[in-house]
């Protein structure tokens, strides 16, 4: 009853990352690191347009154009992030710094509107 093994062929070789296994990131800790990329992009921005003030001067008339160009830092620096994580398989984290950015455009627009109200209930004639 003991019959030796004839497959001469080994069974499949064990795999350490599944498919199914492979750590594709997280939302939340996306929106986190999407949250700090943009604050520490503002960071950044008011860094360069304040030396950029100070080296050109307030009266030159080419600063206002290289403030804008420093304002881009942060789409910058988020895209760069999002390709980044994306490029690793993290594509939860892609998820959550894209909730970071809805969510900074929701925040906006609610203080848009705040101050909308506020101009209208001062009796300023804002209509």
């Not at 939860?92 to 509107?113: N, R």
């Amino acid at each position: 009853m003991n019959t030796p093994n004839d497959n001469p062929y080994p069974g499949p070789a064990p795999t350490t990352a599944n498919k199914a296994n492979v750590d594709k990131g997280s939302i939340l800790a996306g929106f986190f690191i999407g949250w700090g990329l943009m604050i520490g992009g503002g960071i950044l921005t008011g860094i360069i347009a304040s030396f950029l003030s100070m080296v050109i001067g307030y009266n030159n008339s080419f600063l206002p154009f290289l403030s804008m160009c420093a304002f881009l830092i942060p789409i910058i620096i988020l895209i760069a992030g999002m390709v980044w994580f994306g490029k690793n398989g993290k594509s939860k984290t892609v998820k959550g710094i894209v909730a970071a950015i809805i969510s900074l455009i929701a925040l906006v627009l609610l203080l848009v509107a705040a101050c909308f109200g506020i101009f209208a209930m001062n009796g300023s004639g804002f209509h």
